[in-house]
């Protein structure tokens, strides 16, 4: 699609992010060469995303895959034996941890606990705090799933895994922005042309990119689906770009993702930070617009449920 076609389809008239094909090539030179540099992710972790990023998963084998590692299988453990499941006796027992805490569960803590292990957790660059976006990431998959009624099929945890992954490259960002404070680097971000608040431009100001290129290239990197990384590069056109500018094979998905994302920016009192989505999106998945209609008191317990869980097992 060319420059002047996307610019036709912009849901809101005054600002729409970069698409990769925008990115200036000695950044994207920069760029890919960081993303080269990260680790491959564990050999079991990278299995699983596999796994999960396909609609026909299957549960047993993830579970098998997320016991063979000592790290992860004390993970596990911990989350199990944590107040949040008041179990009267602490367990050893993996399978029986696996059976209680559930097949999305074990694969949220597999996938949180290989990509801490390459991109690091714990840093925090200004507003980028890798436990914030844990934190974040977990209740925008915890969301997303919500719109598939079935929660027992695969495409419920296909979005699960996806929600999960929509923000990966602000951990990139992060590791970036501290690596180059530390070298000196100035990369050149691109002008700012509407002086807003919203993360994307203030993103491509500082790095001449914003985290949802980069993270579909981490993706793409990690040899995840075309799903995944589309999903990823295209979750924030919801609030940007109209609903015709994305490929309909990944129109649900993005929408999903896109709507989650604000409905967890909107009750962290952050609405802002992005444009409410077009109703386009909310259409597409059979739901009204805007996002406070979506926003259900059964929802909300949900999320709050989930804060809570994390607050016990992190
Ligand atoms: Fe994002
Ligand atoms: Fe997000």
Not at 149 to 174: M, N, P, Q, Y
Not at 252 to 271: C, M, P, R, Y
Request: one cysteine or more.
């Amino acid at each position: 699609m060319d420059q002047d076609n996307i610019k036709n389809k912009v849901y809101i008239d005054s600002w729409a992010p970069m698409r990769t094909e925008d990115v200036d090539p000695d950044t994207l030179k920069h760029i890919t060469a960081m993303i080269d540099l990260l680790p491959d992710l564990p050999v079991h972790v990278h299995k699983i995303l596999k796994i999960v990023s396909d609609y026909e998963s299957n549960s047993k084998e993830v579970a098998r895959l997320a016991s063979s590692d000592p790290v992860l299988a004390s993970k596990i453990l911990n989350a199990v034996n944590s107040a949040y499941y008041g179990l009267n006796k602490k367990t050893d027992n993996l399978r029986l941890a696996i059976v209680l805490l559930g097949y999305g569960e074990v694969r949220n803590i597999a996938l949180r606990c290989g990509i801490s292990g390459v991109m690091g957790s714990g840093r925090d660059y200004k507003s980028y705090s890798t436990r914030a976006l844990w934190r974040h990431s977990y209740l925008v998959s915890v969301c997303s799933e919500t719109f598939e009624k079935d929660k027992e099929s695969d495409r419920a945890g296909v979005l699960l895994t996806l929600g999960l992954l929509h923000d990966i490259g602000k951990f990139a960002l992060c590791n970036a922005a501290l690596i180059m404070r530390k070298k000196g680097i100035k990369i050149k971000g691109v002008k700012h042309s509407l002086g807003s608040s919203y993360v994307l431009e203030k993103e491509q100001r500082l790095f001449g990119t914003n985290h949802a290129i980069i993270g579909a290239m981490i993706a793409k990197k990690w040899g995840l689906s075309k799903k995944v990384c589309s999903t990823i590069e295209y979750h924030h056109y919801p609030s940007f770009f109209c609903i015709d500018s994305i490929s309909k094979e990944y129109v649900k998905d993005v929408a999903v993702v896109g709507i989650s994302d604000q409905i967890v920016n909107t009750l962290a009192g952050e609405k802002n930070l992005l444009p409410e989505p077009s109703p386009e999106f909310f259409e597409v998945l059979g739901v009204d617009s805007p996002i406070d209609k979506v926003i259900t008191q059964e929802l909300k317990n949900k999320l709050e449920k989930a804060k809570n869980f994390l607050t016990y097992i992190s």
